[in-house]
């Protein structure tokens, strides 16, 4: 390598634009060629620590449709900022195609050359390759989507009112957690396939023909009105509320239609971003790491870059314990940092432990594996196949368990043989959706009578609503126009509850 | 390759419409803290921005979330003393830490604190009445000038000559007029021209005037309008039991609206605060608007107070003097016929402008003071009457633009 010969790219902490060109240029080699990362393209801008904040209100989009909560948002990180009470974050990047980061204006170069080789190469190839994201986002179109639905809103504000505008933003607001899909719907059959069906189904019915099915005397009275009441829409209960709302809604007009789905599609687009933190922040934090090393190992960059990148990096996968000050649960960084980590380990020099706890992976190469893993996983099933008993000992994992019935907390599994495979599935199940966000799904409209809707809570281990719960059904029954309710049922289907909100 | 581009310069302010739509949405509960700190106040810092807090209950946006209780169990970090089986007492306060998930949302703050800018307060003080720019000219004419420079002229008197000026003029004019002549006198040389002929131009030459008329430059001043930079303003309130806290809340708000109008004209505005009852006394700020007295009312108690203080400390030739009454009325006998008296014949020729501001019970009921005081006909006098908060800033634009009209 001639680099060696070159000597480090930069000294000393100011940054130039053609500094973090060059920077960028090196990174991209490494991480294209040597590690064959797959990315967008990248777009980098550079913004002064005002517009962070403007970023971070809306959720790190460039741009949003206008509404009071965004405000909120950015008043209350403001004023944490100015206070001093939290500092920014260095960067933000976007899932679109190109790839957008923000960097700070405030950073030193060595912190600039981070947060490329983190959001542009890390989050970035993440994005472009995890199946959540493949199947939820389109990073080509979300930029689009985002000014269209900004335009639309301003016009709506015009044309019906900012109030009207604003109750139906709410109402939606209230609901996005449950705007979601989890699964995709199947297509529509197209009429070709439809025809096929249609003589398929014909075919087996003459085939099934016998005559004798005629001499069998039918219930004279009203076997077709035993049918219809027994008739339920929708047939099966259905988990995207705002779905349905933006496809059933009696009362709304086709503009609340649209900004429904404006918020419903919103939803969508940070679905996976909630269910992939822990890998996503460990992916991004386990390529700065390498790919920065790399650098070094290069003598592209000197030992006081690395001094500076590693003082911050240390900070970012700090993991405190639980009775330390400033503890927040497990740190999606320190922990996908640490996994990413340890994947490689496993296959690089891999124990006796690791062999019997992952044969298929234990000395392959770890650089297909985690790329398999970054593909097809995430956080939950992520934990639940890849979190090694040695590194649950290193973080000193232990689950506690909470029984209402029980007057003291009880703990349920440490870190010893015993518990490691508990201890594991505790731990992804913490990741899964449903520990987030109560199951409430539509299980009734009464599309042909009072044209109420009926909601079903699904308790998960007797787990109640908060009582926010109320405010959330005024909402929804603004939206819907009918009556609606709420029931909660416990495991065994047995009603709990039924909260009903006539309109 | 990657695209480098610099958005600094970019629009800093995205979010001042989501700002907007915030303010505009909780107006009324920011409004509420807006009274407080109102009220908490001195009318002379009233004119700045002001930190509010709002309940973040009333802004919250509610969603569908697990409650605590229930079964369930989560995995911390960090064991150093537990084994399987250990019993933990549950943490006081509410079920279960939720340690577990999202603990940095764990901020218990009750409020949501935040600043608004100058502007933003006064909006919500005056009730989005928004401060109109033609308070400037409403006040009517000034009486003071100040001398400013303006440049030079060629006329003035003496003491305003400019040396400098005038001497580089003088040059420039010299060098102007010599110069075809000394060109014509080296010709002459070099054709060894006649004697006389050479030694008449030298003449012309020197007969040019070293300092002329035309060479004088003075410096020149212009006379610019100028605010007495000194007002002063009495502030008079009946302060018996009738007047309720309500009242008085409106009376500090005219009072301090007043106060904003006089302090974009005056440099320096001062405050009289004079409380009556059945007699009158001067006191503080805190006194006049937060002590209660009882006892009857007699107004012309107050007006010969404030005759008292501005021939003592105000004479009228060196202040503005400006005089603000807010009464909810209530006068008795002969009572409100003499305070007219006074008003209008010893007051009201040394003020700049006297208003009265009623504040009744009823708003179809002329009092008693109201109706001797309608007699009053002086374009520096003016009154009103107001029962709701918003009316106050209405009322004050009225009576100023009377007398900008005037």
Redesign the interface.
């Known amino acids: 390598m001639n680099a060696l010969e070159r000597g480090p790219i930069s000294t000393g902490a100011e940054w130039t634009f053609e500094l973090i060109e060059r920077y960028d240029q090196a990174i991209h080699e490494i991480a294209a060629n040597e590690f064959k990362l797959d990315t967008y393209p990248n777009q980098i801008e550079i913004i002064a620590s005002e517009q962070m904040l403007d970023a971070y209100a809306s959720a790190g989009l460039p741009i949003g449709y206008p509404h009071w909560s965004y405000g909120k948002e950015f008043i209350r990180n403001e004023q944490a900022y100015r206070k001093g009470a939290r500092g920014l974050a260095y960067e933000i990047v976007i899932n679109s195609n190109p790839c957008i980061s923000y960097l700070m204006e405030e950073n030193t170069m060595a912190m600039q050359a981070l947060v490329v080789a983190h959001a542009c190469y890390g989050h970035n190839s993440f994005f472009k390759g995890n199946y959540l994201f493949r199947q939820w986002t389109n990073a080509d179109a979300i930029i689009d989507y985002m000014v269209f639905a900004r335009n639309y809103v301003m016009e709506c504000e015009e044309r019906y009112g900012h109030e009207r505008v604003e109750e139906t933003l709410d109402s939606c607001h209230a609901l996005m957690s449950h705007g979601v899909d989890r699964y995709r719907h199947p297509t529509p059959l197209s009429v070709a396939e439809e025809r096929d069906r249609q003589r398929e189904r014909e075919e087996y019915a003459w085939s099934r023909y016998d005559e004798i099915w005629r001499t069998v005397p039918v219930r004279k009275d009203g076997k077709a009105k035993t049918r219809q009441l027994g008739e339920r829409f929708p047939a099966e209960p259905q988990e995207n509320l705002l779905y349905f709302i933006e496809k059933y809604a009696p009362k709304l007009e086709p503009w609340q239609r649209e900004l429904v789905r404006i918020v419903r599609k919103t939803a969508q687009y940070f679905y996976p971003q909630g269910q992939t933190k822990v890998m996503n922040e460990g992916w991004a934090t386990f390529w700065h790491y390498t790919l920065l090393h790399r650098l070094f190992d290069q003598g592209l960059v000197d030992a006081g870059f690395m001094l500076e990148v590693l003082a911050s990096h240390t900070n970012v996968v700090t993991q405190r314990g639980f009775d330390q000050r400033g503890y927040g649960g497990l740190n999606p960084y320190a922990l996908g940092f640490a996994m990413m980590s340890d994947i490689k380990r496993i296959c690089e020099e891999p124990t006796d432990e690791d062999r019997a706890w992952f044969p298929d992976i234990a000395g392959g190469d770890w650089h297909k594996v985690l790329d398999f893993a970054m593909r097809n996983y995430k956080d939950e099933s992520f934990i639940g196949q890849f979190l090694s008993p040695r590194l649950m000992r290193q973080f000193h994992l232990f689950a506690v368990a909470d029984y209402e019935d029980d007057s003291e907390l009880t703990v349920d599994s440490i870190h010893n043989e015993r518990g490691f495979q508990r201890l594991r599935r505790l731990l992804a199940l913490q990741y899964n959706r449903d520990q987030q966000v109560p199951d409430i799904q539509v299980v009734r409209y009464e599309q042909g009578g009072d044209r109420s809707l009926t909601l079903r809570h699904q308790q998960c281990r007797k787990r109640p609503l908060t009582e926010e719960a109320d405010e959330v059904m005024k909402h929804l029954s603004r939206l819907w126009g009918f009556t609606v309710r709420l029931q909660t049922v416990d495991e065994g289907g047995k009603e709990l509850d039924l909260k009903e909100v006539k309109h | 390759?990657?695209?480098?581009?610099?958005?600094?310069l970019?629009d800093?302010?995205?979010?001042a419409?989501?700002?907007?739509?915030?303010?505009?949405?909780?107006k009324e509960q920011i409004r509420k803290s807006v009274t407080d700190v109102v009220s908490r106040r001195s009318i002379t810092d009233m004119d700045q921005g002001s930190d509010v807090s709002i309940p973040v209950k009333d802004?919250?946006?509610?969603?569908?979330?697990?409650?605590s209780?229930?079964?369930?169990?989560?995995?911390?970090?960090?064991?150093?003393q537990?084994?399987?089986?250990?019993?933990?007492?549950?943490p006081s306060g509410g079920?279960?830490r939720g340690?577990?998930?999202?603990?940095?949302g764990?901020e218990s703050n009750d409020e949501?604190?935040?600043?608004l800018s100058r502007e933003e307060f006064m909006n919500l003080f005056f009730d989005d009445l928004e401060l109109p720019h033609l308070i400037r000219n409403a006040l009517g004419e000034t009486r003071d000038f100040r001398w400013r420079r303006a440049g030079y002229t060629q006329t003035g008197v003496p003491a305003n000559l400019s040396v400098a000026r005038s001497l580089r003029n003088a040059m420039a004019r010299r060098i102007a007029l010599g110069a075809p002549l000394r060109r014509q006198m080296l010709e002459l040389e070099a054709a060894q021209a006649a004697e006389e002929e050479i030694e008449a131009v030298r003449r012309r030459i020197e007969r040019i005037p070293f300092v002329d008329e035309i060479d004088l430059r003075y410096r020149h001043r212009v006379k610019d309008p100028r605010p007495i930079s000194r007002a002063v303003m009495f502030c008079l309130m009946d302060v018996s039991a009738s007047m309720t806290e309500e009242k008085k809340d409106l009376a500090k708000r005219f009072f301090t609206l007043l106060y904003l109008f006089l302090t974009r004209k005056y440099e320096k505005v001062e405050l009289v605060f004079i409380r009556h009852t059945d007699d009158a006394q001067e006191v503080d700020e805190e006194t006049f608007f937060h002590d209660t007295r009882s006892g009857g009312t007699v107004v012309l108690s107050a007006l010969k107070l404030m005759q008292e203080v501005m021939a003592a400390r105000y004479p009228s030739d060196a202040w503005n003097i400006y005089g603000a009454q807010v009464s909810d009325g209530d006068a008795f006998g002969a009572d409100p016929e003499k305070s007219r008296a006074c008003l209008s014949e010893q007051l009201l020729p040394q003020l700049r402008y006297f208003a009265y501001i009623e504040v009744p019970d009823h708003d179809n009921r002329a009092s008693p003071l109201a109706h001797a005081y309608q007699r009053i006909d002086s374009e520096r006098f003016a009154m009103k009457s107001v029962t709701a908060r918003n009316q106050v800033y209405p009322v004050l634009r009225e009576l100023f633009n009377r007398e900008a009209v005037t």
Request: charged fraction near 30%; proline fraction near 3%; hydrophobic fraction near 25%.
């Open positions: 390759m990657s695209i480098i581009i610099d958005r600094r970019n800093r302010n995205k979010n419409v989501n700002r907007q739509r915030f303010l505009r949405r909780y802004i919250s946006e509610p969603s569908f979330h697990h409650g209780g229930g079964d369930r169990e989560y995995v911390n970090a960090g064991n150093r537990f084994n399987t089986g250990d019993k933990i007492p549950r079920g279960g340690a577990g998930e999202g603990g940095e764990g949501f604190t935040f600043a």
